[in-house]
């Protein structure tokens, strides 16, 4: 049984990574190279060399795409540019290497660099920026005015400047823009640099929109919104095979990928094994708080934490674990759906001969349009006592799909077949609840330690309905979706098991 996880991009796209750049650490959403266009990327290279940042083969891999020109109009095939990257990656390397570029490149260049606050931008611009310029093989080639309110690195021979700015909607006013980067999006709430940015940059041909940010948390609207555009986009890319107009690239580490494995790390940090190490990853996680340590190196979105559920004995489930544990003979499915539709799970639970009830995470994938065929799939490989969903819930709309596939509920409510569908009222629901967290107090069920799942019972929820609880799907910090799946599979086993017994019996005393 295994848990499919976050969408992946084709093949294709790793091995190209692979073959062009080395990179081993391709980003999970990213736009892919095409190599019959032209690009500017070898040269920005060179100017990160100078700066003496050679780029790593992640880097190589952004400027190559983010800089590609169009063939029929000799402009940037990308008017915008988004970068997700974790922290010390080489991120503000990166941004450095593309606006010294384009000052060096192009005559009276207006670039404009942004932070979290105007402070902060003249604190990078000043501590970072210009340390690194003047300790570089470009010093001398540039002058510096560090007038407060009118800072700027003046390049001689091209009269181009590169000056930052505050995150106010007066931000970019003025001349128009060549290059806008908002570094640290994720201190961002809301578009204002974004819309201050782009009527400056409406009349020039050659203008680009940058955006670069480790993971924030529910506060950063607006980078949570361009990253989601962004996955939107590549996916859609994918699918269609059509360029969009901007460049997306990802690195991220979803839930189901445990924060203290190497292989994660490998996963989403592109600098590993290049300026990281996992010595040092290791003493970040040792140091820092997990949902930190989520954010800043495996770029997830950092949510707030509510206070502990007492229905819920989250405590108890490690104890729980037997990763040698497997179903018996009589087995129960279970599907569930995440409000919004993005996930779905079917669980199962089966009786061990210890009298523990295994329960497990059979699959677990993004959507609702594999759920029919899968459990059709299911029904007819393992023949279960029952097949439970929850019929208020989110996949209740899924009723009339699996009664095409001859999944329903029994035609006899007294008489059930193997296979039938299971759908539990309201107080079976809360009773189902209830003896499932009682079995976890009383060390009753087995389980294998899946990473979706234990992130589901660790950040699960209950809503009260009247004198007792029940899951609440909404207000959790994660999808439950698992632990809903497997709940009703432990109830569907037991109520339905003991009545197909029941039923076997009778008939076998008048054989």
Known sequence: MTTSVTWRPPSEFAAQCRELYGLECPPRWGTPRRPEYPTLGGRAA???????????????????????????TGLFAHREVGLSVPRQQGKTQQILGVMVHRVMAWSRQNVVY???????????WEDEFLVTLDESKLTGKYRVRKTNGNEAVLWRATRSKLGITSNTEKAGHGPPLDLGVI????????????????????????????????GGTEKSVWLNKKRAAGRALIEELWQTRVHPAAAYFEWFAPEEMPRDDPATWRACMPALGHTVSEAIVRAELEKLDPAEFDRAYLNRTRKATPPEDPNVPKDRWPRLVDTASQPGQDLALAVDVAPL???????????????RIHVELVDRRTGTDWIVPALERLVKLWDPV?????????VGSLLDDLAARDIRPPDDPEQPKRGDLAVPR??????????FADAMRQGELAHLDQVPLTAAVNGARTRPLGDAWAWHRRSAQVDISPLVA????RWALLTRLAVLQDDYDVADSFG
Not at 341 to 355: H, K, Q
């Open 426 to 435: 309201v107080g079976e629901v809360v009773a189902a609840c209830g003896q």
């Open 341 to 355: 539709r993005d996930w779905a799970s079917i669980g199962v639970a089966s009786l061990r001969t210890d009298g």
């Open 486 to 489: 497997v709940t009703l599979a």
């Open 386 to 394: 029952a097949v439970a969903l929850d019929a208020k819930g989110p």
């Open 114 to 124: 942004a932070a979290q606050t105007r402070g902060m931008a003249r604190t990078r």
């Open 183 to 214: 570094d640290e999006a994720f201190a961002h709430e809301d578009d204002r640099l974004e819309q201050a940015f782009s009527p400056a940059m409406l009349t020039r041909p050659m203008a680009q929109l940058w955006w670069a940010s480790a």
């Open 46 to 72: 060179r100017v990160m060399e100078a700066l003496g940042y050679p780029p790593m083969p992640w880097q190589r891999y952004v400027l190559d795409v983010a800089l590609e020109i169009d063939p029929a």
